[in-house]
């Protein structure tokens, strides 16, 4: 379904990602952990083409998005849904305008059926009646919600969650693994969550990769990464600061 | 040494030079978007309401005491060699060909070229133009153009208005207040005004109103760097577009009235 193959990216210099190689089969859910400024981010912008790799490639169902023009790759966009690590809603719409804006650009259907069918995505997302407040007046846990809603609107085949439990208080973050969980059980998609929630990789993923170092260190299920004998992977998903992992700007 | 002289140099003008190949890139990219549909009119309505009706108040007050200080300026020196009747063509000229188009723009920049910087810089910072993207919208087409088109036609439009309010100020500070006949101040007004003078200033306008947004889109695009790379988004728009229309002003006046 989606296959990163050597992928080298940096930015002013610096080298974040320095040839990662990744595949998600179709309804995988594939978590990819590492630590604050490993490049998790970076990564997941590349697989919706919103970055574009310095070398390698990146193939979603057997199309290299480097080789599409702006209306091809917009066509395989709509494929996926995305959910920002701040929820990334348009503060100048109210909510049901932000979760139906695909809908309203993207579709023929009225304002009124557009707001029908955001409020039917809230309510799978767990929200009522918030459907004409302004994002401002949310919490961050409803705000992740309603980027959920905006991100399952135009039913897509490929979800990507980009830190979804980063911020939120522990019932609340575990209430959206749930509904990450529900999403892929009722919608059928395909998943790539980036976390340092390590409770939360467990939980969500059926396949968890290690970023480190701008390359992939370590893949497998989530019963492998919690034993794993590499020095790195322990460190990071038993939470040590003792190890072989460089903290920047860290002198340990 | 020479290399370093040379290192030195490049690394001043490199950034300067990275900004102007951005602002054509993102030029071309709007031009690019003006011509291909979806057209958002919507989007291009607001913005119109935003750059133009919203900015009519302080443009009038503007206009209105440019044209009375420039009324009693005029008055006061021109006594001196009893020139008092060609108050009425200076301020209508001064007006026309210079004060309607740069006031408007200064004062339009301020206010909304300041306010485009912040909202599109927050909307940079808060991952919404990646999410505009990650929907399937160029976030050029559907925040830049607009602005971009809208600056365009409203500016003239409040220079159009500037002009006549700055009329009406210098006609009465002459008339009411220094008591210059009527029809004399009127005549003066109207016999030296050519075509040119208003349709040279209109063009400066539409120049400024283009220049101001694509600057403050720009600024605002490529922010980075949290709530304090906002402000600095902000404050450069507002300088560097300030900047342009003054110096591209003189340029264009030098090519439009020569």
Request: hydrophobic fraction near 45%; charged fraction near 20%; aromatic fraction near 8%.
């Amino acid at each position: 379904m989606i296959e990163l193959r050597d992928i080298h990216k940096s930015f002013e210099g610096k080298s974040v990602l320095r040839g990662v190689n990744l595949k998600v089969n179709k309804g995988e859910s594939l978590v990819v952990i590492g630590g604050s400024g490993s490049g998790k981010s970076v990564l997941l912008k590349h697989i919706i083409g919103l970055l574009e790799p310095d070398k390698g490639s990146v193939f979603v169902k057997s199309t290299d998005l480097s080789h599409l023009d702006e209306v091809r790759l917009n066509e395989i966009r709509k494929k996926f849904g995305m959910l920002f690590q701040s929820a990334a809603l348009f503060d100048s719409m109210t909510v049901w305008q932000n979760v139906g804006f695909s809908l309203k650009r993207h579709t023929g259907m009225t304002d009124r059926e557009i707001k029908e069918a955001a409020i039917r995505k809230l309510r799978m997302v767990g929200l009522v009646g918030v459907e004409d407040e302004m994002p401002s007046e949310l919490s961050g846990g409803m705000r992740k919600r309603v980027g959920l809603a905006r991100a399952i609107a135009m039913e897509p085949e490929i979800l990507l969650y980009d830190e979804p439990t980063t911020g939120l208080d522990p019932i609340m973050a575990d209430a959206i693994n749930e509904l990450i969980i529900k999403m892929r059980e009722r919608l059928h998609v395909t998943s790539v969550t980036i976390t340092h929630d390590i409770k939360s990789a467990y939980k969500i993923a059926d396949t968890v990769a290690m970023l480190y170092n701008g390359v992939i260190i370590a893949k497998g299920s989530p019963l492998e990464i919690q034993n794993s004998s590499d020095p790195v992977v322990s460190q990071f998903v038993e939470g040590r600061a003792e190890g072989p992992i460089v903290l920047e700007g860290i002198d340990k | 040494m020479l290399v370093k002289v040379i290192e030195f140099i490049g690394a001043i003008i490199e950034r300067p030079l990275q900004g102007v190949g951005r602002i054509i890139l993102l030029l071309y990219a709007t031009l690019r978007g003006m011509l291909r549909p979806p057209f958002e009119i919507r989007n291009i309505v607001r913005q119109m309401l935003e750059i133009g009706v919203n900015s009519l108040p302080v443009v009038l007050i503007t206009a209105v005491f440019t044209g009375m200080v420039l009324a009693l300026q005029s008055y006061t020196g021109f006594k001196r060699f009893g020139a008092e009747g060609l108050v009425g063509t200076v301020v209508a000229l001064s007006m026309t060909r210079e004060l309607g188009p740069v006031l408007s723009a200064l004062i339009v920049t301020g206010r909304a070229g300041a306010a485009m910087a912040a909202e599109l810089g927050s909307m940079r910072v808060t991952e919404q133009i990646d999410a505009l993207e990650a929907m399937a919208t160029n976030p050029v087409k559907y925040l830049v153009v607009p602005r971009f088109l809208s600056g365009m036609i409203m500016l003239p439009a409040l220079a159009v208005v500037t002009n006549i309010v700055g009329i009406i100020g210098g006609y009465m500070v002459s008339v009411v207040l220094l008591g210059t006949n009527a029809t004399s101040y009127l005549r003066a007004t109207w016999n030296f005004l050519q075509f040119q003078d208003i349709y040279s200033g209109l063009i400066k306008a539409c120049f400024f109103g283009a220049a101001f947004t694509l600057i403050s889109c720009y600024k605002g695009f490529y922010t980075k760097g949290g709530a304090e790379g906002v402000g600095r988004a902000t404050t450069g728009a507002v300088v560097i577009s300030s900047m342009t229309i003054l110096i591209s002003d003189y340029f264009l006046s030098a090519w439009l009235f020569k």
